[in-house]
């Protein structure tokens, strides 16, 4: 499946933004699919992830109760809607898809990932 990744930007702290994950090619529904992000000197990290009907997520600690992801099948998007943002969220933040029964949140076992969207949060 190949993933077209939108909707980052400049915003201030304690701002919003969506971001949007397009897939095509594969059969979207199937796959798990999941934002990770890496900020500058940094390695890549896990954000969130959503199963195949989107009825089960995981979050990492610090975005838990910010960030929530969804999807919609009928659209073949995986969404990102991050609030209350933070200087410390600024980072290139990439959408990834396998094709799993299992739920995974490590970036190894992710198989298609989109090219990355900058989130710039300003203090």
């Known amino acids: 499946v190949q993933l077209q990744a939108c909707g980052g930007g400049l915003v201030q702290a304690g701002g919003s933004l969506r971001l949007s994950c397009a897939a095509s090619?594969?059969?979207?529904?199937?796959?798990?699919m999941a934002w990770f992000r890496q900020a500058p000197g940094k390695e890549r990290e896990f954000v969130a992830r959503i199963g195949w009907s989107g009825g089960v997520t995981d979050y990492t600690d610090s975005v838990e109760g910010r960030f929530i992801i969804s999807r919609d099948n009928a659209k073949n998007t995986v969404y990102l809607q991050m609030n209350g943002l933070k200087p410390e969220d600024t980072a290139v933040y990439y959408c990834a898809a396998v094709r799993s029964v299992t739920y995974y949140n490590e970036e190894s076992e992710y198989t298609s990932w989109g090219q990355g969207t900058q989130v710039t949060v300003s203090s």
């Open positions: 090619g594969g059969t979207f529904s199937r796959y798990v």
